[in-house]
């Protein structure tokens, strides 16, 4: 077909006199600025066919590369001491209120000595808790299929861990960002956590746990989830993927953050330690929750 008749050119009006142009003036405060996020961030995904108008970077506000401090110990009743009894003798005590009634006090032989109790770790409590896989459908309660505390370390507060509530992710998270909307759009069901640190000291472990309605959900959620540096792959763990943050000092703590999926469960799996972290503390830790999960 022809092309259409092009416009034609306007006639060219008389240039006008310069006028003095003003000078700069600052931008209005109201005027917003634009600020770069601090530190690790992590991006969050979207859901296939969601229009969501949350930004991609989320500012991560959990223990990362920017920690600097030893991670502190477990927060569980310490062992009494053994100590023996013995009488008081002060000017507040009963034994020295006054003489005896006694005229002439019959010396009393001093008690036989006992063994000093040995302090030891009080068992374990047997979990409750009853949950079942199948088909990579995860029923019962969520806390059943975090990774187990190993016999050489203690959990934080309850041995069952803990159910998360949205307040409790959305802590974890910019305030700006609607974290329900996006979780939402996945068809998120609930969450659970747990953290241990090994009696040695030297390292504390957290998983959370996500669970979705469906299993592909779950998937896109894992696949699209991700921080602000490269990945890299987790020995013997396959579709699964790790990060790493180390810290600026050897004195301060470093981070490892694993992430995978499990039928309708992504689990993300934290690793903190003094210094450069090892990478192997992560993927056994990231095989031993996969099994778990896997395996029930």
Do not use: C
Not at 113 to 137: H, I
Not at 156 to 168: H, I, L, R, T, V
Not at 172 to 179: A, N, T
Not at 230 to 249: C, L, M, T
Request: charged fraction near 20%; hydrophobic fraction near 30%.
């Amino acid at each position: 077909m022809p092309e259409p008749p092009a416009d034609p050119e306007p006639t060219p009006a008389p240039e006008p006199t310069p006028a003095p142009v003003p000078a700069p003036t600052a931008p209005p405060e109201s005027q917003p600025q634009s600020q770069p996020q601090p530190g690790p961030t992590r991006r969050l995904p979207r859901a296939v066919g969601v229009g969501l108008s949350v930004a991609g970077l989320l500012a991560v506000t959990a223990a990362s590369a920017a920690v600097t401090v030893v991670v502190g110990r477990p927060d569980r009743p310490a062992h009494p001491a053994a100590a023996a009894a013995l009488p008081s003798t002060g000017p507040g005590s009963s034994a020295g209120a006054g003489p005896s009634p006694s005229a002439s006090p019959t010396p009393t032989p001093p008690p036989a000595p006992s063994p000093t109790p040995t302090p030891t770790v009080a068992p374990r409590p047997s979990s409750t808790l009853q949950g079942s896989v199948s088909g990579g459908k995860h029923s019962g309660d969520l806390r059943y299929f975090l990774l187990p505390v190993p016999d050489d370390a203690d959990p934080y507060g309850s041995p069952d861990g803990a159910m998360m509530s949205m307040d409790d992710l959305q802590a974890r998270y910019s305030k700006s960002v609607d974290l329900k909307g996006i979780l939402d759009s996945w068809g998120f069901k609930d969450a659970a956590t747990r953290t241990y640190r090994t009696r040695d000291g030297k390292t504390e472990v957290r998983t959370d746990l996500r669970r979705f309605g469906r299993t592909d959900r779950a998937q896109g959620f894992a696949d699209n989830t991700s921080f602000d540096r490269s990945s890299f792959g987790i020995d013997g763990v396959p579709n699964a993927k790790g990060y790493v943050f180390k810290p600026e000092q050897q004195a301060y703590t470093g981070e490892l953050v694993g992430i995978g999926v499990v039928g309708d469960v992504v689990y993300e799996v934290t690793v903190e330690v003094q210094g450069d972290p090892d990478k192997a503390l992560l993927f056994d830790a990231m095989k031993r929750a996969r099994d778990h999960l896997a395996d029930g």
